[in-house]
T-cell receptor
Framework: DAGVTQSPTHLIKTRGQQVTLRCSPK?????VSWYQQALGQGPQFIFQ???????QRGNFPDRFSGHQFPNYSSELNVNALLLGDSALYLC???????????FGEGSRLTVL | KQEVTQIPAALSVPEGENLVLNCSFT??????LQWFRQDPGKGLTSLLL?????REQTSGRLNASLDKSSGRSTLYIAASQPGDSATYLC???????????FGTGTLLAVQP
């Protein structure tokens, strides 16, 4: 039973570029949430996708956008990258947005 | 606005000791509380989920308690081992939001 998988594991971008991160939820899960974790901090909620729609959004600018596909996998897109976007981006999945959340290993983004 | 605090920020104990990690939250109207473990540079591993109607959950050497009225949860680790060294995060989920709000974590070091 595959858990939550994320790709890529590491990537380096320069300011102003765009990045796409990918997530496949745990088998049987239909809800995907994205979190940003800066060094030494707890994860911060970015947004949640269920039934291919953004259901909730945290306090992040419109540069952060996402998508959920019919197979429940999801993408996180960040445009016009800033140095402050450097962080570990975590994907979590759950069933119908409730219950226990399971996280992937994350994508480490470095913006130079 | 829900805020989650974890004390202590860091803890070092000799192998074999029993220890308690603390988590407090400001809004008692929570749906679930979840404890996670995070190894350096890695994703989050779910340890225990306590639903709002429950008082505690146990898994192996771990026991988590929840007191909603006082806004507190504790994670008890029995007979600590060097392999328990990691950052421990607690997170609450509100009934209306479906998003996790995290504390900043407790960095645990178990000395052999």
């Amino acid at each position: 039973d595959a858990g939550v998988t994320q790709s890529p594991t590491h990537l380096i971008k320069t300011r102003g570029q765009q990045v796409t991160l990918r997530c496949s939820p745990k088998s049987g899960h239909d809800t995907v949430s994205w979190y940003q974790q800066a060094l030494g901090q707890g994860p911060q909620f970015i947004f949640q996708y269920y039934e291919e729609e953004e259901r909730q959004r945290g306090n992040f600018p419109d540069r952060f956008s996402g998508h959920q596909f019919p197979n429940y996998s999801s993408e996180l897109n960040v445009n016009a990258l800033l140095l402050g976007d450097s962080a570990l981006y975590l994907c979590a999945s759950s069933f119908q947005g409730a219950g226990e959340l399971f996280f992937g290993e994350g994508s480490r983004l470095t913006v130079l | 606005k829900q805020e989650v605090t974890q004390i202590p920020a860091a803890l070092s104990v000799p192998e074999g000791e029993n220890l308690v990690l603390n988590c407090s939250f400001t809004d008692s109207a929570i749906y679930n509380l979840q404890w996670f473990r995070q190894d350096p540079g890695k994703g989050l591993t779910s340890l225990l989920l306590i639903q709002s109607s429950q008082r505690e959950q146990t898994s192996g050497r771990l026991n988590a308690s929840l007191d909603k009225s006082s806004g507190r949860s504790t994670l008890y680790i029995a007979a600590s081992q060097p392999g328990d060294s990691a950052t421990y995060l607690c997170a609450v989920i509100g009934g209306a939001t479906n998003k996790l709000i995290f504390g900043t974590g407790t960095l645990l070091a178990v000395q052999p």
